[in-house]
Nanobody, 123 residues
Framework: QVQLVESGGGLVQAGGSLRLSCAASGRAFGISSLGWFRRAPGKEREFVAAISGSRGATYYADSVKGRFTISRDNAKNTVDLQMSSLKPEDTAVYYC????????????????WGQGTQVTVSS
């Protein structure tokens, strides 16, 4: 089993920045993809960003490209999401996810999920 714990959510004004962190523990051997997803009120969970493979290929949803940056620290088993130029539509619960060999941009590619952290962007 792999445990994931997110931190760093909160309330921020539009145009501001937040940094989310996710720490993985447990049997993390073989985890190839680490991703961030979000679920806004009344909407389905959607892909935000992922980092995958030994070379750390990154993937972003079009809606966050150029504003969000995903990074990982393999030594610490952490993955961060730096969010800048935040918009009210970025308001959601953000989930960290870990997977072994699946499609990095799809929820089915991940077998482990964190509890989520709330991000609220005020206008």
């Amino acid at each position: 089993q792999v445990q994931l714990v997110e931190s760093g959510g909160g309330l921020v004004q539009a145009g501001g920045s937040l940094r989310l962190s996710c720490a993985a523990s447990g049997r993390a051997f073989g985890i190839s993809s680490l991703g961030w997803f979000r679920r806004a009120p009344g909407k389905e969970r959607e892909f935000v960003a992922a980092i995958s493979g030994s070379r750390g290929a990154t993937y972003y949803a079009d809606s966050v490209k150029g504003r969000f940056t995903i990074s990982r620290d393999n030594a610490k088993n952490t993955v961060d999401l730096q969010m800048s130029s935040l918009k009210p539509e970025d308001t959601a619960v953000y989930y960290c996810a870990a997977g072994r060999g699946g499609i990095p941009t799809a929820t089915v590619g991940y077998g482990y999920w964190g509890q989520g952290t709330q991000v609220t962007v005020s206008s």
